[in-house]
């Protein structure tokens, strides 16, 4: 792959990523420490998976564009693959106070904005 090549896949993630995380890193630390927040995700006792992905999150969400890594664009995407699945699982009626929803937040994405 081209260097070219690379920076617009580098650069297509990243706004990927804008769209699909609609929440502030200030929201999602705040989420973060709620007992719903804590309560939903696969998890094997400890945190969920997607309670770390938030705390990762927020990490990205102040680190600046040139100073990300691989690594660091890899979860982008991982993040990005997970809200837009989840999306399209969106159950009926009000969502407001569903694990769905609370799911989603713990990925940087609430449905209700």
């Known amino acids: 792959m081209t260097a070219a090549r690379q920076g617009q896949d580098r650069q297509e993630a990243l706004d990927a990523f804008g769209d699909a995380v609609n929440m502030t890193p200030g929201e999602l630390e705040k989420w973060l420490a709620t007992e719903e927040s804590r309560g939903v995700g696969q998890s094997d006792?400890?945190?969920?998976?997607?309670?770390?992905?938030?705390?990762?999150?927020v990490d990205l969400l102040r680190t600046k564009k040139a100073d990300l890594d691989d690594d660091d664009v890899a979860h982008m995407r991982k993040v990005t693959g997970?809200?837009?699945?989840?999306?399209?699982?969106?159950?009926?009626?009000?969502?407001?106070?569903?694990?769905?929803?609370?799911?989603l937040m713990n990925w940087?994405?609430?449905p209700l904005k």
């Open 45 to 57: 006792g400890g945190e969920s998976v997607g309670h770390a992905s938030g705390r990762r999150i």
């Open 82 to 103: 997970y809200v837009h699945r989840h999306i399209k699982q969106r159950p009926g009626g009000d969502v407001t106070g569903t694990r769905w929803r609370y799911s």
């Open 108 to 110: 940087g994405h609430d």
